[in-house]
């Protein structure tokens, strides 16, 4: 069963001529739409589990004592004064409207209703949100991210749901910079990151020897992929750790942050996966887990996300797996050597936490 987080508000965050814009959402709900199988949910009091359709709800708005377990006061405080004054640009790439600082409330409480929903008896529940997050810091907007989506689901799950230990696996081709620094000492929550080599691309941190800090030590895994690197590169290296660390940590609650910015035409990067690599990576992660909540981050070709994001949320709603597919390609895998050193590097490294 797969339920979908959104809501038409999310375009009052209003970013002009900018990557990050309404449309990255227009386009996917249309294409949801036209297909007919979105099951919209009048209300949230009652859970109706459609067996052929998305059960689509509406986010619930974050509190600001949730938003100030993850962010300072005085962070809140300045984003919530810039917006009321008409907005602007915070930094060179991020851009706020008069409404951006109550839809990013809006985008970290779609975050904790997709995790309720899971908690409720759903497979998976993907809140398809805007602005992103995982940039965010608790002192800082960063990269289009205002506030810091996953960080607030995660403390709220902690504080009402007693939850303990998290996974993160984020594929987005940024390194979420905002995310991993929140939880670089905390040895409950594991964040797992593939993206573009930070050497040559935002936020230039995110490199292998990033583990963590303190207790937190093992539990801040990244993968940078040199530019170029294929579908058969990402898979190589996800094939021979994703299941093995997944089972060795143990977690509680499983989080995806969903990019499509790795996508050959993204015009914001330089890796080249393809269409089939998103059915592929959400198979794989549903054949380790049974329960997952997906997060949007990045993307920024509009024919990517509508065609992606259908190909990724018909194996959530059908409970798909591509095990013929990953047979085939993995007959015909060719990766760089680049890759296998890259491989063999995090191996060396993580070999005292994890047996893969």
């Given at each position: 069963?797969?339920?979908?987080v959104?809501?038409?508000?999310?375009?009052?965050?209003?970013?002009?001529?900018?990557?990050?814009?309404?449309?990255?959402?227009?386009?996917?709900?249309?294409?949801?739409?036209?297909?007919?199988?979105?099951?919209?949910i009048?209300?949230?009091?009652?859970?109706?589990?459609?067996?052929?359709?998305?059960?689509?709800?509406?986010?619930?708005?974050?509190?600001?004592?949730?938003?100030?377990?993850?962010?300072s006061?005085?962070?809140?405080?300045?984003?919530?004064?810039?917006?009321?004054?008409?907005?602007?640009?915070?930094?060179?790439?991020?851009?706020?409207?008069?409404?951006?600082?109550?839809?990013?409330?809006?985008?970290?409480?779609?975050?904790?209703?997709?995790?309720k929903?899971?908690?409720?008896?759903?497979?998976?529940?993907?809140?398809?949100?805007?602005?992103?997050?995982?940039?965010a810091?608790?002192?800082?907007?960063?990269?289009?991210?205002?506030?810091?989506?996953?960080?607030?689901?995660?403390?709220?799950?902690?504080?009402?749901?007693?939850?303990?230990?998290?996974?993160?696996f984020?594929?987005?081709?940024?390194?979420?910079?905002?995310?991993?620094?929140?939880?670089?000492?905390?040895?409950?929550?594991?964040?797992?990151?593939?993206?573009?080599?930070?050497?040559?691309?935002?936020?230039?941190?995110?490199?292998?020897e990033?583990?963590?800090?303190?207790?937190?030590?093992?539990?801040?895994?990244?993968?940078p992929?040199?530019?170029?690197?294929?579908?058969?590169?990402?898979m190589?290296?996800?094939?021979?750790?994703?299941?093995?660390?997944?089972?060795?940590?143990?977690?509680?609650?499983?989080?995806?942050?969903?990019?499509?910015?790795?996508?050959?035409?993204?015009?914001?990067?330089?890796?080249?996966?393809?269409?089939?690599f998103?059915?592929?990576?959400?198979?794989?992660?549903?054949?380790?887990?049974?329960q997952?909540?997906?997060?949007?981050?990045?993307?920024?070709?509009?024919?990517?996300?509508?065609?992606?994001?259908?190909?990724?949320?018909?194996?959530?709603?059908?409970?798909?797996?591509?095990?013929?597919?990953?047979?085939?390609?993995?007959?015909?895998?060719?990766?760089?050597?680049?890759?296998?050193?890259?491989?063999?590097?995090i191996?060396?490294?993580?070999?005292?936490?994890?047996?893969?």
């Open positions: 069963m797969m339920a979908l959104h809501s038409q508000d999310y375009e009052k965050h209003e970013t002009g001529i900018h990557p990050e814009n309404k449309e990255r959402l227009r386009v996917i709900i249309n294409t949801l739409e036209k297909e007919g199988i979105l099951n919209h009048p209300t949230n009091k009652h859970i109706l589990k459609s067996r052929n359709k998305i059960d689509v709800f509406r986010p619930e708005t974050a509190s600001l004592k949730d938003i100030l377990k993850v962010h006061e005085s962070y809140v405080k300045y984003l919530k004064s810039f917006c009321d004054s008409g907005g602007g640009y915070l930094d060179p790439d991020t851009v706020v409207s008069k409404d951006s600082y109550k839809i990013a409330k809006l985008a970290a409480g779609g975050a904790i209703t997709a995790s929903l899971v908690l409720n008896g759903y497979n998976s529940a993907y809140s398809l949100a805007r602005p992103p997050g995982h940039h810091t608790r002192e800082n907007a960063m990269g289009f991210c205002l506030f810091n989506n996953i960080a607030i689901a995660i403390e709220h799950l902690k504080k009402y749901n007693k939850i303990k230990k998290f996974i993160i984020d594929f987005d081709v940024h390194y979420g910079n905002g995310t991993a620094e929140m939880y670089l000492n905390d040895p409950n929550v594991l964040y797992i990151s593939i993206h573009q080599d930070p050497s040559t691309l935002f936020p230039g941190s995110g490199f292998i990033e583990i963590g800090v303190d207790e937190g030590e093992g539990c801040n895994m990244n993968i992929m040199p530019p170029g690197s294929s579908n058969q590169d990402y190589y290296i996800l094939e021979r750790i994703l299941e093995p660390v997944f089972n060795d940590f143990d977690a509680e609650f499983q989080f995806l942050e969903v990019g499509f910015d790795a996508h050959k035409d993204d015009p914001l990067s330089r890796i080249n996966l393809d269409d089939e998103y059915p592929w990576i959400t198979s794989k992660i549903m054949n380790i887990t049974n997952l909540v997906l997060i949007l981050e990045g993307g920024y070709n509009l024919s990517v996300l509508s065609r992606c994001n259908m190909k990724m949320i018909n194996v959530l709603r059908n409970e798909l797996t591509y095990e013929e597919e990953i047979h085939k390609i993995g007959n015909e895998i060719k990766v760089s050597n680049e890759t296998k050193k890259i491989f063999h590097n191996q060396d490294i993580f070999s005292s936490f994890y047996d893969f």
